[in-house]
């Protein structure tokens, strides 16, 4: 488990007071990046291999946002490695350790000699799992209705959205789409399904539907019509 503590800064809270939910991805994923150079035999494994590790979907259950200048911890754990895929629970928690947000984020190996995902054997690179804190965790695909749909303001990609890899960066994609919402949308869950790393120069499109049960789903286009990464946002149906 890896661990970082902080307080929430202006910057980081909307006109609400409180931590934007791209922000608060932000948060996990710096977690989870700085837990992965902790794991130094790891970090050497993937890079003598050439492997690299890219976010395939994520699951966000929102129990409640910090609310700016609120102490909270966010941790990570990681939890099992399927296939090519690495698993990791994710939280953020406040002074009290109640739980404010806990995700469920799936990550793909990926070749970067051959250019495609991988399939590897865990007890190669000896990382030590956690056992993850329960979540009720939903497929990773997210299905897009059938239709036009509703087109939103198109975002285009400049330097100063990009990750170090050069592509736009995890927490970018949910403030495109959640800005594609309507306003005053209630929402307690997000999903992501990342399936086409977004570049710069390029232009991402929201298309936005509404589901039979009562979901929002945000598709994020290129300039082709490609899906780049799909967002459902819904609340939690509780027993």
């Given at each position: 488990m890896?661990?970082m503590k902080?307080?929430?800064?202006?910057?980081k809270?909307?006109?609400?007071?409180?931590?934007k939910l791209?922000?608060?991805?932000?948060?996990?994923?710096?977690?989870?990046?700085?837990?992965e150079?902790?794991?130094k035999?790891?970090?050497?494994?993937?890079?003598?291999?050439?492997?690299?590790?890219?976010?395939?979907?994520?699951?966000?259950?929102?129990?409640r946002?910090?609310e700016?200048?609120?102490?909270?911890?966010?941790?990570?754990?990681?939890?099992?490695?399927?296939?090519?895929?690495?698993?990791?629970?994710?939280?953020?928690?406040?002074?009290?350790?109640?739980?404010?947000?806990?995700s469920?984020?799936?990550?793909?190996?990926?070749?970067l000699?051959?250019?495609?995902?991988?399939?590897?054997?865990?007890?190669?690179?000896?990382?030590?799992?956690?056992?993850?804190?329960?979540m009720?965790?939903?497929?990773?695909?997210?299905?897009?209705?059938?239709?036009?749909g509703?087109?939103g303001?198109?975002?285009?990609?400049?330097r100063?959205?990009l990750?170090?890899?050069?592509?736009?960066?995890?927490?970018?994609?949910?403030?495109?789409?959640e800005?594609a919402l309507?306003?005053?949308?209630?929402?307690d869950?997000?999903?992501?399904?990342?399936?086409?790393?977004?570049?710069?120069?390029?232009?991402?499109?929201?298309v936005?539907?509404?589901?039979?049960?009562?979901?929002?789903?945000?598709?994020?286009?290129?300039?082709?019509?490609?899906?780049?990464?799909?967002?459902?946002?819904?609340v939690?149906e509780?027993?």
């Open positions: 890896y661990e902080t307080e929430i800064p202006f910057t809270a909307g006109a609400d007071n409180r931590l791209h922000e608060a991805v932000g948060m996990m994923m710096d977690c989870s990046q700085f837990q150079y902790q794991e035999h790891f970090c050497e494994y993937l890079r003598t291999n050439g492997i690299a590790i890219f976010l395939f979907s994520i699951q966000i259950d929102i129990l946002r910090p700016f200048r609120e102490k909270v911890t966010t941790a990570v754990k990681i939890y099992g490695c399927k296939s090519i895929y690495g698993l990791r629970r994710l939280t953020i928690r406040d002074e009290a350790g109640e739980l404010c947000m806990i469920n984020a799936t990550g793909a190996f990926f070749d000699k051959q250019g495609k995902a991988l399939k590897i054997d865990p007890a190669e690179f000896g990382v030590v799992y956690d056992e993850a804190e329960p009720e965790c939903l497929p990773r695909k997210i299905p897009i209705p059938a239709g036009d509703l087109r303001v198109p975002f285009p990609v400049t100063s959205s990750d170090p890899n050069g592509h736009l960066t995890s927490a970018m994609y949910f403030a495109v789409a800005d309507p306003s005053g949308l209630r929402f869950r997000v999903r992501m399904e990342f399936k086409k790393q977004v570049k710069p120069g390029q232009t991402v499109t929201p936005r539907f509404e589901t039979p049960d009562g979901k929002t789903v945000v598709d994020l286009r290129d300039e082709e019509g490609t899906s780049c990464a799909a967002a459902e946002f819904s939690i509780k027993p």
